[in-house]
């Protein structure tokens, strides 16, 4: 039915999409999408499924985005109702995905059936950009499809992802930015021995701790007004040769960066190497870019979603750039309008996933005014 985010939901709750396997779930999509005069380009990445769609050849081209895959369900006798069911109990849709994120898309693809259906011509295009790798590695979805974008020459003037991004209903929260990730590995060198005979080993791990301490005190920058400081966090720690009695001859560490705009991965580099330098000891280091900060604080999409959602719900809404990365940062470089906007996040990848229908309604009525305001401006 045409508008209706409800039964859409269902459906795509009810393919088991976890990732990186699609079983259809594109496919629901895709028809909706064939239905309303879209033009759809498959597009298959290694074992991954994706699609970009487009109505529309004039600019502006706003891009809608999401991903279909989800995490596995773990225990599935832990929940209270089977999680590809897609059941409706006391004004909640039940389901793997049902918040992260296939109840936005479900809400993006009703926008769209409304808008046309009051709207069938328009000035501008209106296109979708939808993965099956965005829980898992992110390296065969947004990433590539953006590529391909680029190659064919198909430019984005705006993209609204449906992340998951309410905090105590769709709409209070606009993300409109994310910090950058950075993974590091490092090794701490020390000599092998025996415990009962340090003074001929060299033991790293006594080696090892005070250097991490100052890791973790490092100040890598003071943030700004849309960014809190960044921040390194170790997240792994392993020695030992097997035996008690044995002193190891090395450290592994692993540590992350959430970074913000002030600093880049080199500068954060240069800190890191410095504090290790200044130690005298023997290491090795190798840091990772996993993403990017991004930041979008002005402009007119997120002009046109402001009004939007104080147009459907009275409020303006909080500007925020917490939270882990997503695939905008994939998007971001190439379209620098790049925002999230999605239902509530407070069960996202939890036992009993779940999206009210109050919700639903209010982010699909969001999106279809997102799209008045950006086509048809009074």
């Known amino acids: 039915m045409k508008g209706d985010s409800v039964s859409l939901l269902q ?25 309303l005069g879209f033009t759809i380009y498959p597009l298959t990445f290694g074992p991954v499924q994706n699609f970009y769609a487009r109505l529309g050849a004039q600019s502006p081209n706003l891009c809608m985005a999401g991903h279909t895959d989800v995490v596995p369900t773990g225990p599935e006798s832990q929940w209270s109702l089977p999680p590809f069911a897609g059941e409706i109990r006391d004004e909640r849709i039940y389901g793997r995905g049902a918040c992260d994120m296939k109840g936005g898309l479900a809400a993006m693809v009703a926008a769209v059936e409304r808008f046309l259906q009051q709207s069938p011509t328009f000035p501008g295009s209106i296109s979708f950009l939808v993965t099956g790798d965005e829980e898992a590695d992110a390296v065969d979805g947004t990433v590539k499809v953006v590529e391909w974008l680029a190659q064919r020459g198909e430019k984005l003037d705006y993209c609204l992802l449906s992340e998951p991004t309410g905090q105590s209903m769709a709409g209070d929260c606009v993300k409109n930015g994310r910090r950058g990730s950075v993974n590091g590995t490092l090794t701490i060198f020390g000599k092998q021995g025996h415990v009962a005979h340090p003074h001929l080993a060299d ?27 960044s921040c390194l966090q170790l997240t792994s720690l392993k020695a030992g040769a097997g035996a008690t009695n044995v002193i190891p001859a090395l450290v ?28 005298g000891a023997q290491y090795q280091l190798e840091m990772k870019t996993s993403a990017l900060p991004f930041l979008a604080p002005t ?11 104080l147009q459907e719900t009275g409020q303006k809404p909080h500007l925020s750039t917490s939270g882990g990365t997503s695939d905008a940062r994939f998007i971001a470089p190439y379209c620098p309008q790049t925002l999230e906007l999605g239902v509530t996040n407070n069960s996202a990848h939890h036992v009993d996933e779940y999206v009210t229908l109050d919700d639903l ?13 950006i086509f048809l401006p009074v």
């Open 11 to 35: 459906q795509l709750i009810q393919a088991k999409s976890v990732t990186p396997v699609d079983d259809g779930c594109q496919r629901i999509l895709q028809d909706r999408l064939t239905a």
């Open 299 to 309: 402009g007119a999409l997120l002009a046109n979603v402001e009004r939007a959602i």
């Open 252 to 279: 592994e560490v692993a540590f992350n960066i959430r970074f913000c705009t002030e600093n880049t991965p080199q500068s954060l580099e240069t800190l890191v190497r410095q504090t290790l330098d200044a130690s």
């Open 361 to 373: 309604d209010r982010l699909t009525r969001i999106y279809t005014s997102i799209l008045k305001n």
């Open 203 to 229: 033991n790293p791990i006594h080696k090892a701790m005070p250097i991490l301490d100052r890791l973790a005190r490092l100040p890598l920058d003071e943030g700004n007004a849309h960014f809190p400081p």
